[in-house]
C-alpha cells in the first residue's frame, strides 16, 4: 500500500477528470496546467449536472447492486495515488469480489445507455488502474450505476487495450504540460459551445 502515500510534492500526478477533459478537448489541459486559466467549473452546465452523483443520498443504499456484482466488501469514497502511473482521484467505491478480484464502481446521475458512455468507460479504466496499482490485486472489470431513473448497472471489461490508451492519455497530458505545445483543438465543434475557454481559443 505503499503507493498510496505517494510524494506529492516530487511526482506531479493528474486526476481521472483532467484525463477526460483532454479527451473532450487537448486545449483543456493547456489551458488549465500550461496557461494557469481556471475553467469556472461551476459556470459549465455539464460540470455541474454531473456533480449530483456526488449527492450520497441517491447511491448509498445500493446493496443490491453490490450483490449482482458479486461484492464481499467495499470501501466508499476511497482516495488513491499512484506515482507510478502519475494518476490519483476519488473512487466512489472500491470492491472486493468473490472471485478474488477488484472492482472499481462509479454512480452516474444521468440516464442509461445501451453500453457506458465513452469517457465512463475511459473513467472506469483509470480507476481500475489505481487499484490494481495500490492494492497489488488483480482488476478485470469495473461498473458503472446510472442512477437518474432507478438503477442501471452497466460492466465495463478491463483489457490491455484499453489500459494501453488510457496510459497514452496520460502521457500526452504530460507531453502538453512539459513542452507547453497548443495541442489541437477538438474536431467537434458543437463541444466548443460548452465550453468556457470558447472566447479565448483561436
Known sequence: MSDQTPDTEQTPMITPSDVLEHVWCPRFTWFMNVQNIPQHEDK???????????????????????????????????????????LRGIVDEVLWLKDGSMAPLDYKYTEAPETAFKTHETQIVLYAMLIQSVYKQPVTRGFVAYVRDGSQLLEVDITDERITRARWLIGQIFDTIYTGRLPARTSSRLRCEDCCYKNICV
Open 44 to 86: 459549465r452546465f455539464k460540470v455541474l449536472k454531473g456533480r449530483e452523483v456526488h449527492q450520497r443520498r441517491a447511491t448509498e443504499n445500493r446493496d443490491y447492486l453490490r450483490r449482482k456484482i458479486g461484492a464481499v466488501k467495499r470501501e466508499v469514497e476511497v482516495y488513491l495515488a499512484s506515482p507510478s502511473l502519475r
